[in-house]
């Protein structure tokens, strides 16, 4: 909005006087209609896409499974009896998933305590998942890699002494010392000499003109000794503009094309040093104007003083943590395009100027041109709202992004980022839409939030792909067998039973360890590839059932619906041991002392159950002889075997 004359709600007053007539409260206001219209924005996670897309595909294979079954199975028998039908349902049932819901909620939970600690606050759960998936972060400069806290590096001027009078007066304008808010303002009083300040009570403040975006200066009008002064600071191009001389030793003296043109060298080069530059100016005012902006040209430029921000000490530590961890690191700012190329020098993010870009030059790119720019540049000066949110959207056609904020200004770009972050003291509206918050403005805590954010995601693809696999394979296996034998392979009550003892070492891998190999780079859900392994696994699982079926059929229908439910519990758990990693059993680091214990009693369970008279009367299981027991031990072997030969050609 163009509206220079109205406060909208929500915005902070740091300084200033003024009147006002209220025009709209509560829902009728501005600030609230955006709130509300962001509020209606649906952005699923992407680990949200990513679960639905998986359970679309398991669901749409088991239905078209089970519609070939019952017709392959009318075809040959003519009929299907209920029997076949509780089989099938019961098969149905165990091919589902059913644990994840729980395992994410355990491993979300788990990981948002975890964070808590580290000061991440988790509001969105799935957010936690969204962590370990990004490949890019972006952020911006002041406060997050530096201090924020501004400091007096040098001046240029003839007068320093009227240089910081000058300043300082623009500065409190009427407050009282001790009370500035602008970090330029503290930087300026910090650095003034204590002469200078004493003489400050001596003046006598009339009126005062905060900073104007557009214009890039700010004003104030003092008395002193009778004499009226109207002080401007500001952008050092902008007052040379509009200044006719320049303090020299004698009072002021025709400001030459020589002398800007030294100002401005002088401007350049702190700004290539990251320094940032308020230029001062001054004129005395014959009388009390109505329309005293009306006068602000005329000026006799006194000189300029720059200001450092100091890199935290964490910055460097932090973006090489993040490098390697797979991340690109950009920089997006709304600082001069000198100032950014300097901090991106210092942070060795950029070697030239050539991987800079202004927010302006980015808009007037094409589509192509736009997705190159931002691939290529790693940092963005001169930014204003829209260039952010276009940039983020612009890096998500290829990658998944994280974005830090803190304003009302970055709404736009939080709401657009796959991730959005913002700190604790960021405007509200801007805490409302991010997905975490971080109590510490520092990138390390972004830095293990994304590292514990892939172990969950890691935690939680070793079981969809395990259990799948499994799950798959005993699926085809029975299907099978329930064509070739006589008998049904397994009783529909015996199925459940299966399905819950296997889910219990499940259960447990939210709390399992995770190698530096599992957490090295961004995870994404490559569907191909998860496709694949369930394949190949679960045809592994399938071909070592077959060779039980095929064994075990001679020993009668009781015997062998015994023996299986306990092979294929005892598959599921040494499948999933093996194939938690992707390393050799030998190289890959321990599972967790839980998983340990939840797979010693789902083995212990699975075994007693079939030795003990009475669930042996409930679920129909007979003993097993010596020879039964050792040819179940020997395909196991037989299968770990060849589950830990098949991983090597997958790759985490």
């Not at 094409?366 to 963005?380: H, L, Y």
């Amino acid at each position: 909005l163009a509206a220079t004359n109205i406060a909208f709600l929500g915005s902070i007053v740091v300084g200033g006087f003024g009147e006002g007539v209220v025009m709209a409260t509560g829902i009728h206001t501005y600030f609230a209609n955006i709130f509300e219209k962001i509020g209606q924005i649906e952005r699923p996670s992407l680990f949200e896409k990513h679960i639905r897309s998986i359970g679309a595909t398991l669901t749409n294979l088991i239905l078209i499974l089970a519609s070939l079954i019952l017709a392959v199975q009318f075809f040959v028998s003519g009929a299907i009896s209920f029997s076949y039908l509780l089989f099938l349902v019961a098969l149905i049932v165990a091919v589902v998933p059913e644990a994840l819901p729980l395992i994410v909620a355990l491993a979300f939970s788990k990981g948002a305590l975890l964070l808590a600690k580290k000061k991440v606050i988790i509001r969105r759960l799935s957010a936690i998942q969204d962590l370990g998936s990004v490949d890019i972060i972006c952020t911006d400069k002041t406060g997050t890699l530096t201090k924020n806290e501004l400091q007096f590096s040098s001046s240029l001027g003839s007068s320093e002494p009227l240089l910081f009078k000058l300043a300082l007066a623009n500065a409190l304008n009427g407050k009282k010392l001790g009370k500035l808010y602008n970090p330029f303002d503290k930087a300026i009083f910090e650095a003034a000499p204590r002469n200078v300040i004493t003489k400050l009570a001596s003046l006598n403040f009339l009126e005062a003109f905060p900073f104007d975006a557009t214009k890039r200066i700010k004003t104030v009008l003092f008395e002193e000794a009778g004499v009226k002064y109207l002080v401007g600071e500001g952008a050092p191009e902008i007052l040379l503009e509009h200044s006719h001389l320049i303090e020299g030793k004698n009072g002021g003296e025709p400001l030459t094309g020589e002398a800007k043109a030294h100002v401005l060298q002088w401007f350049r080069e702190r700004g290539q040093k990251g320094e940032r530059v308020l230029g001062v100016a001054y004129k005395k005012i014959s009388s009390a104007s109505p329309h005293i902006k009306e006068e602000e040209s005329g000026f006799t430029f006194v000189g300029c003083l720059s200001f450092r921000d100091p890199l935290k000490e964490t910055s460097s530590q932090a973006i090489e943590l993040i490098q390697a961890l797979g991340l690109t690191f950009k920089i997006i700012t709304g600082d001069s395009r000198e100032v950014a190329t300097a901090l991106g020098k210092k942070l060795h993010l950029i070697t030239s100027e050539n991987e800079v870009m202004t927010g302006e030059a980015f808009e007037k790119l094409t589509g192509k041109e736009r997705e190159a720019a931002a691939e290529s540049c790693v940092v963005f000066a001169r930014t204003l709202p829209s260039h952010k949110q276009s940039i983020i959207e612009t890096l998500e056609r290829r990658h998944a992004v994280g974005f830090l904020g803190e304003g009302f200004n970055d709404v736009p770009a939080l709401k657009a980022a796959h991730l959005s972050m913002v700190v604790d003291n960021s405007s509200d509206m801007a805490r409302n839409v991010a997905d975490v918050i971080l109590l510490d403005k520092d990138l390390l805590v972004i830095a293990q939030g994304i590292a514990e954010g892939r172990k969950i995601f890691a935690n939680v693809t070793k079981y969809i792909r395990t259990t799948l696999s499994a799950n798959i394979g005993n699926f085809l296996s029975l299907i099978i067998a329930s064509f070739l034998l006589p008998y049904l392979p397994l009783l529909s009550i015996q199925i459940l039973l299966v399905n819950l003892l296997s889910d219990l070492p499940m259960i447990a891998i939210s709390l399992d360890t995770v190698g530096v190999n599992e957490i090295h780079k961004p995870h994404a859900y490559d569907f191909k590839k998860l496709y694949l392994f369930v394949m190949v696994f679960g045809a592994v699982s399938s071909f070592f059932d077959l060779i039980f079926f095929f064994i075990f059929r001679t020993f009668g229908a009781s015997s062998l619906q015994t023996g299986w439910f306990i092979f294929s519990i005892l598959t599921e758990i040494v499948a999933f041991i093996s194939l938690r990693t992707f390393l050799p059993i030998l190289k890959a680091k321990a599972p967790s002392g839980q998983i340990v214990i939840a797979s010693g009693i789902a083995i212990g369970a699975t075994i007693v159950l079939t030795l003990m008279p009475f669930a042996r009367s409930i679920f129909h299981f007979v003993l097993l002889s010596r020879t039964q027991w050792m040819l179940i031990a020997a395909l196991l072997g037989a299968y770990f075997l060849a589950n830990e030969e098949g991983k090597r050609f997958f790759k985490t």
